[in-house]
């Protein structure tokens, strides 16, 4: 019975050991990573609010002008039926789909096996579609052949309107416009980005960004919403709101202005047509016109046409946005979340019952105790320190090959970076508290299991042993 109650106990002080490093973790958990200070201050320290108008404009610059045909000829829009029927064959059912729906990029091996169906079925497909879509103007680069079936289905004078940029297409010119591209077998798109936006370089937006949000303002905002959304989660809050009047207030202030006019900034140069359309329209009759470049005292003149224009985008800006709310979807997790914040707050019970069974099966007088509590609570605190450095390396070592290997391409590497350095600070300050806990139990646990050698009671003091011992 000794025999089993002693294996019993060490079966017991094992599960101590792993419950205490399970409750560590968890503790700092709900303590740290639930707590809005905290991203407060990874933010802060990671100077983020001054680094967000740059990441956010090399991230807008790449959306625009990023085309998935490069990373997966799957994805492009004038890929012929033999092709996909190829590389159906080639690369079987289900990472065929996977390809074609984008919910994955081919590796550098699946590329190679897909290179004889690009040299036989898929010779044009890193040939860019053509684009017809608003503000856009296909028209002078097009073949000849193309710009005679556009002269021909649309009439003469319009066809001169629209090749010389007078004014914009509109829809069913559009329709038409495809329709002759595609019977010359040219891929056609409506790109998401218009034109005037793909002209607009990574010192431009970022110049936008911060006229109409500047860095304090920012920092303002997320601070606002990071307090809102863990009260959210905290079941202190119904919803989580984005508020937006400051955002208003920018755009119809000196900061909208200044943004509007980098765009207009950098377009190309109005051509005559253009600048007539312009005047028109600052006389105040009705036009369309596409968005360029105009001369500096047209531009002058624009100006309260532009601030008309600023006024009613801002009137249709809303004083708050909603993010999160217990009537969405979003809110239905809060019961569960709230269960598992309740079960990391009682994970510390664990190793403290472990204890319990370890006390009333093994511990027979003062100088066993010491050592049954006294040495699993130094390997529990040994084991957190080692973990945690683990942990620590292996975060760098995931970054590097796996979730840098698997990041999408049209995401920008400032934002990487960023994302990068959150996560490790995250990460760091998480590893602190369980490398802190790990040495005051480590200490604690040595202490004990010293000072075992120098107790001299003999009584037993647990009743189950004083049982087996009878």
Known sequence: MRRISSALAGLFSFAFIVTTLLALLLTGIDRQLMDADLYKEALREEQAYGRMPRIFAEQIVLSVNYNPCNENPLLCENASAEFRACARRTLGEDRYQALSNGRDYPSRP??????????QYGANLTVPAVNVGPGENPLPTAPPHVQECVRQALGPEVYDALFNEQRLSSEDEREQIAACFRQAGLAVTTEPAPRYLRNLTVANWEEILADIMPPEELQRIVEEILNQTFRYLNGQKVQVNLPMQNVRERIVGEGGMNALLAIIGA???????EIQALERLVEGYSGQVSLCRPPDELLARMHPMLQEQLQLTADQIPDQVVILSS?????????????????????????????LFVTLLAVRTPKTWTRWWGIPTFLAGLAATILAASLAAIFEQTWILILTGSLPPYLSPGLIELGHNLAGY???SLLEGFVLGGIILGVLGLAAWIGSYFVRF??????????LQK
Request: net charge neutral; hydrophobic share 40%.
């Open 458 to 467: 003999d009584e037993p003091v647990a009743p189950i042993p004083r049982l």
């Open 426 to 428: 995250l990460i760091h």
């Open 327 to 355: 009537d969405s979807a979003a809110g239905t997790p809060k019961p569960g979340l709230r269960i598992l914040r309740l079960g990391m707050r009682l994970s510390p019970d664990l190793p403290l019952l472990c204890l």
């Open 110 to 119: 699946e590329l190679q096996l897909l290179q004889p169906c690009m040299q």
């Open 267 to 273: 377009q190309p140069p109005c051509s005559q047509a």
